[in-house]
């Protein structure tokens, strides 16, 4: 079974221009990304690494446009995120981005078939109940869930949850998919077979992925690895990926 | 999935959330739907139903000094000064619908009868008004009842649908009387002497019995052939003749039964004063003189030593049931002379047709033509042109506080003890319901202050959650409507679990004042009235007060900025 490639595959591409974002608490002030400028080619595989504090989440945030403090440029496709309004934002999220947290974020009290429909219910372009439902049962046979759509994710492994989560992030067939420490609550073999997972879908769709991760076995299944270190870009090599 | 089945999801998860916020509405709303019932069914069931909404009496001013109190002023007549002329003028006032005097009987009657309810005759001094038919042609209009209808008979002489009532004949429209002998008539006889010697012959068969004797003048135009009859009253005319017919006496005895003594209507009897069949003179009673009589008199009077139990009654039992008037004699006197002329005193027959809130509350209440006419008879020319009161009916409610206004200002008249109660009782309804009405509010206060409480911990608990709904693609509004949505569903539970509350108190209190109180007079078969606007109006009341509640807590879960909530979630 294969995901179709998305229409959007081509619109992947992430272009980041002198991005900042400072904390103030206290009266202290934070530079968590001090001057970040980067692109992303559409269908890459990039992880973005770095110590804690570096930035890593702040600039992932930036990039799905959850965080409205920021200041520089986020462009996506032909899209720049940071002019967009809260509603448009809102909009191009459910519609072009996907998430991936570490702790999985799946809704407790909603069924994995219902946490896969969560995101429908926000995008404007949706298909009729009926097509949903069959992409959701496609993509959940895709991670390996099967016909346990009813259950809830409590009932389920970290591993599969997390696969569910990709399911997730995966239904409205986004351009770029935003990862979290995707693997950071698995154990090692879960996270491979998590990071195998994203790595097939990325080849066959297309899909960009921007996944922050510590872990060096993570970003050595990447193409490329960005470190930040106090803000700002320290290293941006290809790493060529391992199967 | 939509938005709505994720609130339904959300109400779920956390029922004790849910059951724990709506408890305050539950209880606040309970209270707002089941006081305003209240209030609203007593001014209906019971304060409306005595006074009539748009409809007013006016009476003449009284001065008052102490215990003494005079009509009219201080000075000047002691008229009402209520006559056809201003009520001709009144109609013609904006706003009025209609103007309709009232006369009361002003000259001593007594009542007899009432042997086929309380088991024996009861006599009374008879208080009596007179009403125009058209005050009450709504409720008392000529029905399929026929001779129950509230009309006066003797000018009301048109045939209806080609009958007439008490057995007349219908002759070009009009009704002609069936004549007929009085009961009471026994003897004709060709001259008075003879009369007189048929009056002693009487005397000495009732010995020491009290029988009324009396010669009647008949004249020429008689309908028993010779100018004068004997009438005794008493015991029945055939015993009477037995009596007689022992003696040689002149004339004849009047023949007892068939056409040309009786009346062929069942219902009608023989009126001695047009000495043709009449019908019973229609009367009006109130039902709070009945429920007076339930609730007080009848309970009173079965308690007591030596009386008989006196039943209960109903308006069913009483409608139709007949009594005698003797007009012009009274307990404290009799009337004897009119207009330099002699009055006696005589028999009447009435009816109970119906009952009305306009009857007057103790006493008899019939067409006003009978009143002036009794009135002219038994008080002199004039007696019938004046009237007591006036009751006015609006076009509208609205117009009636301007009518009110114009009658005192411009005629000198106030109103009616009675409506003003009637305005301070539902001034006082207004504001006792109004007293616990902010009471429900202060309930619903605290409820939409708990609801508040309760959800800001509850955005407090989804922060993260909230934070993967914006990153999933949910607008600030989208998040907002969720926790507004949870909201509206207490006040949709809420209303409902409120309404079932108040019904059942409400068949509670209805339940237990029945059993209480089976005897206060007006009691209505429930006190709580529910408008059509109260189930919106509580379930908008409810939806206000959560929206309220919850209005902070969505605003801040709204405004959450997903990257914070991210990361004070972690």
């Given at each position: 079974m294969s995901v179709r490639p998305a229409k959007a595959s081509n619109n992947g591409g992430i272009s980041v221009r002198d991005l900042r974002r400072v904390y103030r608490a206290d009266g202290v002030e934070t530079r968590a990304l001090d001057g970040v400028t980067l692109h992303i080619e559409s269908g890459e595989f990039v992880a973005i690494t770095g110590p804690s504090g570096s930035g890593k989440t702040t600039l992932l945030h930036a990039l799905g446009g959850l965080d409205r403090h920021i200041q520089g440029s986020v462009r996506i496709g032909d899209s720049e995120l940071t002019g967009l309004s809260d509603r448009a934002l809102a909009r191009y999220r459910a519609e072009q981005l996907g998430f991936v947290f570490q702790s999985f974020n799946l809704l407790p009290h909603l069924s994995i078939m219902e946490n896969l429909l969560v995101p429908t219910v926000f995008a404007q372009r949706s298909a009729g109940r009926d097509a949903l439902q069959s992409r959701a049962t496609e993509l959940l046979r895709r991670v390996g869930i099967g016909d346990r759509h009813h259950m809830r994710p409590g009932r389920f492994s970290g591993g599969q949850q997390q696969r569910v989560a990709i399911a997730r992030a995966l239904m409205m067939r986004p351009t770029v998919v935003l990862c979290d420490?995707?693997?950071?609550?698995?154990d090692i073999d879960n996270g491979n077979g998590v990071l195998s997972l994203m790595r097939d879908i990325n080849r066959e769709a297309g899909t960009t992925f921007v996944i922050v991760t510590h872990e060096a076995h993570v970003v050595d299944q990447t193409d490329r690895s960005i470190r930040l270190v106090d803000g700002r870009i320290d290293e941006d090599r290809t790493t060529g990926g391992t199967e | 999935m939509n938005v709505a089945s994720l609130v339904v999801r959300n109400i779920r998860r956390q029922p004790r959330n849910f059951f724990f916020s709506a408890t305050g509405i539950v209880l606040g709303i309970a209270a707002f739907v089941f006081f305003i019932a209240l209030g609203y069914g007593v001014k209906r069931n019971i304060l409306d139903r005595i006074f009539v909404v748009n409809q007013v009496e006016f009476v003449p001013r009284t001065v008052s000094f102490g215990a003494f109190q005079r009509q009219g002023g201080l000075f000047g007549d002691s008229g009402t000064g209520i006559d056809d002329y201003m009520v001709d003028e009144l109609r013609d006032f904006p706003g009025v619908e209609a103007v309709f005097p009232r006369q009361q009987l002003s000259f001593p009657a007594l009542a007899m009868g009432g042997d086929s309810v309380f088991g024996e005759s009861m006599v009374t001094e008879l208080l009596a008004d007179g009403i125009p038919a058209a005050l009450v042609a709504e409720s008392f209009g000529r029905g399929a009842s026929g001779d129950l209808a509230f009309v006066d008979w003797r000018t009301d002489t048109a045939c209806h649908e080609g009958r007439c009532p008490a057995g007349g004949r219908c002759v070009s429209g009009q009704c002609e009387a069936q004549t007929c002998v009085p009961a009471d008539e026994v003897w004709a006889c060709a001259t008075r002497s003879d009369a007189a010697e048929v009056m002693r012959a009487a005397y000495n068969a009732a010995g020491r019995r009290r029988w009324r004797i009396s010669i009647r003048e008949l004249g020429d135009d008689s309908t028993v052939g010779e100018p004068f009859v004997v009438a005794v009253s008493g015991p029945s005319r055939a015993q009477i003749q037995r009596l007689l017919r022992a003696r040689e006496l002149p004339g004849r005895p009047l023949a007892d039964g068939g056409p040309e003594s009786g009346c062929t209507d069942e219902a009608a009897w023989c009126d001695p004063s047009t000495r043709s069949c009449a019908l019973p003179v229609p009367v009006l009673a109130s039902p709070t003189m009945l429920e007076l009589y339930n609730g007080n008199f009848q309970s009173m009077m079965s308690g007591m030593a030596g009386s008989s139990r006196m039943p209960r009654l109903t308006e069913d039992a009483l409608i139709g049931l007949g009594f005698e008037s003797v007009l012009g004699r009274g307990y404290l006197g009799e009337a004897t002379t009119v207009d330099d002329g002699d009055v006696a005193p005589r028999e009447i027959k009435l009816r109970i047709v119906g009952f009305s809130d306009v009857a007057m509350p103790i006493g008899a209440t019939i067409p006003l033509g009978y009143i002036q006419r009794w009135n002219v008879e038994?008080?002199?020319?004039?007696?019938?042109?004046?009237?007591?009161s006036l009751m006015i009916r609006s076009e509208d409610s609205q117009s009636l506080n301007r009518i009110i206004e114009h009658v005192q200002d411009e005629y000198g008249l106030e109103l009616h003890p009675r409506y003003k109660q009637a305005q301070r009782a539902g001034s006082m309804i207004t504001l006792v319901t109004g007293v616990f009405v902010l009471l429900s509010i202060t309930i619903l206060l605290l409820s939409a202050l708990n609801i508040m409480h309760t959800f800001l911990m509850v955005v407090a608990q989804r922060r993260r959650e909230i934070g993967v709904l914006r990153a999933l693609g949910a607008t600030r509004g989208v998040v907002y409507l969720l926790i507004l949505g949870e909201a509206l569903a207490i006040a949709v539970v809420g209303t409902v679990a409120a309404l079932g509350l108040s019904i059942g108190a409400m068949a509670l209190v209805d339940t237990l004042t029945q059993k209480q109180?089976?005897?206060?007079?007006?009691?209505?078969?429930?006190?709580f009235a529910f408008p059509d606007w109260l189930l919106p109006a509580a379930f908008a009341v409810a939806a206000l007060f959560c929206l309220l509640g919850a209005w902070l807590p969505a605003l801040r879960a709204a405004q959450m900025d997903p990257a914070e909530a991210f990361r004070d979630g972690a």
């Open positions: 420490e995707p693997t950071g609550s698995l | 038994y008080g002199g020319r004039g007696a019938g042109d004046e009237y007591h109180m089976p005897h206060v007079p007006f009691l209505p078969e429930s006190l």
